[in-house]
């Protein structure tokens, strides 16, 4: 009487985590199977370490402005993409984010700024990709625009699209914005990854709250 067999152990959970304030969407492990990572609503991910009797969060992770939707666990590092269009890379020790990662898809390629002052292209199309053969990094981007490139880190982009090639060619006409904590703007020639014009934020702005005071003083 009021025993419990083992198969009624088998329908108990051995431990709930429960700091997470909204649902969990996401979860990875590290190789060695010591620390366990998980994304939520929340915009958080938490590290836990699972090698304890009783599993403890160690660090939290915060900066994704909406829901995380995936995590992974690479040496050092943690990887977490968001709905806020982002990537991010952490530590693992310090749970300090390293490098924000803007992602935009156009549907031919993918658009990834980051901290390191530079925009990359990726491949998208899976059929592509496995034909290509080499380093995994090497055969997904297509391109990196950074001749001429920003001096701080790049964060918005956008994409004002082209004709389309009869070649078939990739991002053929498109023309990629990009803006940067240095204060400019760039435009770039997909096709050949150069620079077209340099944009001075700072400098309009000047110029704009210039005419606002001038107008203030005529009128």
């Not at 993409?81 to 890379?89: I, P, Y």
């Amino acid at each position: 009487m009021g025993g419990v067999t083992s198969k009624d152990v088998k329908k108990y959970p051995r431990e709930t985590l429960c700091d997470h304030d909204k649902g969990i969407n996401c979860m990875a492990t590290s190789e060695d199977g010591s620390l366990l990572v998980t994304g939520a609503e929340d915009k958080t991910a938490r590290l836990w370490d699972i090698r304890s009797r009783e599993t403890e969060c160690i660090g939290i992770m915060r900066g994704h402005t909406s829901y995380i939707t995936c995590v992974a666990v690479h040496d050092t590092f943690i990887v977490t993409g968001a709905a806020d269009a982002t990537l991010r890379k952490w530590d693992t020790i310090t749970c300090d984010c390293l490098f924000t990662y803007r992602v935009l898809c156009t549907g031919e390629y993918i658009l990834s700024s980051s901290q390191d002052k530079t925009t990359k292209a990726w491949h998208v199309d899976e059929l592509i990709l496995d034909d290509l053969k080499g380093d995994a990094d090497d055969i997904a981007c297509i391109k990196t625009f950074e001749a001429r490139g920003h001096v701080r880190a790049v964060y918005p982009l956008m994409v004002d699209p082209g004709e389309e090639d009869e070649t078939g060619t990739v991002g053929y006409g498109d023309l990629v914005v990009t803006g940067s904590l240095d204060c400019t703007a760039r435009s770039w020639d997909f096709v050949s990854g150069n620079c077209l014009q340099v944009l001075w934020l700072l400098i309009l702005w000047l110029m704009v709250l210039w005419l606002m005071v001038l107008w203030l003083l005529v009128f």
